[in-house]
């Protein structure tokens, strides 16, 4: 009973990975191994004799119908994605290959192993798409996105996710693959690159650095952890009906600057600098990203009915905890940032 994950090597990816070999499922995770992927996140299983592991680019057909073939898996779990916005504005044609024509090679290969499947396979397997909150774009100062709420995307990365959430709709309804898609919200944890805000902001409070922050600060995301995450993804998968959308959400709606002096303030408590000094006065305000959304919420009424799912983590224990986990893992710190300057990018200069 084989699972495929997809960029298991990422952040999110690697605590599914993680959880599922805990629970003694058989797991093969193909990543590409770019700048984010990283074989630390998945170097100390419990189980590795029920890990694979394939260093493979979900743009390459014939590996990827190889590993099919070879694995036959019950489920695949697609998170194999370039993510960071910033990345998107400096560079969009990187996003497009991986997270669209990556996502269309991983659904051609699906397609083809599920036809190959008798009638009860076929009704147990599915493919899941997981995507994020940002395509459905920006929402004013109230409100929520929920499965309905019109695609919207406003960067490039979160068009990228968008045109592969549609190929993924559109494949369940032309050819009957079993798929479904996952929105999600900002995911904070352990093991996340340094080029996100979270992890950035420790690490460069720890080095006395500038934290910096677009514009005022003022926009808002919905937090989540990323092991409820992993767990929301598990239950889709496996409780979630063919065809459907679910939105993943903790209810941790915060504006950047606050949540920066959050992790200011835990740092303060267990970390203090010499001579009294506070970490929020190395906060710096930048120039905003272009195209910056206001504000995103997700209600996630539908996962928890209908998946049984709920959150574990609230927003301050877990930010205590993963700040305690880079405090704790300073090497993988070292390690993760080797080709990382945390210089600023996404003005899209350097696009075009």
Known sequence: MTVIVTGGAGFIGSALVRRLNAQKRRVVTIDKLTYAGNPDNIASLPHPELHRFEQVDICDRAAIKRIYAETRPVAVYHLAAESHVDRSIDSPAPFIETNVTGSLVLLEAALDHWRGLDATAQGQFRHLQVSTDEVYGELGATGLFDENSP??????????????????????????????????????????????????????????????????????????????????????????????????????????????????????????????????????????????????????????????????????????????????????????????????????????
């Open 151 to 352: 695609y919207k995307p406003n960067s490039p990365y979160a068009a990228s996710k968008a045109s592969a959430d549609h190929l993924a709709r559109a494949f369940g309804r032309t050819y009957g693959l079993p798929v479904l898609v996952t929105n999600c919200g900002n995911n904070y944890g352990p093991y996340q690159f340094p080029e996100k805000l979270i992890p950035l902001t420790i690490l460069n409070a720890l080095e006395g650095k500038s934290l910096p922050i677009y514009g005022r600060g003022e926009q808002v995301r919905d937090w989540i952890h990323v092991e409820d995450h992993a767990a929301a993804l598990q239950l889709a998968v496996e409780k979630g009906r063919a065809g459907e959308t679910y939105l993943v959400g903790a209810r941790g709606e915060q504006r950047n600057i606050d949540l920066v002096h959050r992790l200011c303030a835990i740092l303060d408590d267990l970390v203090p600098q010499q001579g009294g000094s506070k970490y929020a006065e190395l906060i710096t305000f930048v120039t905003d990203r272009p195209g910056h959304d206001a504000r995103y919420a997700i209600d996630p009424s539908k996962a928890e009915h209908e998946l049984g799912w709920r959150p574990q983590y609230d927003l301050a224990a877990g930010l205590k905890a993963t700040v305690q986990w880079y405090l704790d893992n300073s090497a993988w710190c070292r390690r993760a940032t080797q080709a990382y300057d945390r210089g600023r990018i996404g003005l899209g200069s350097k696009a075009g």
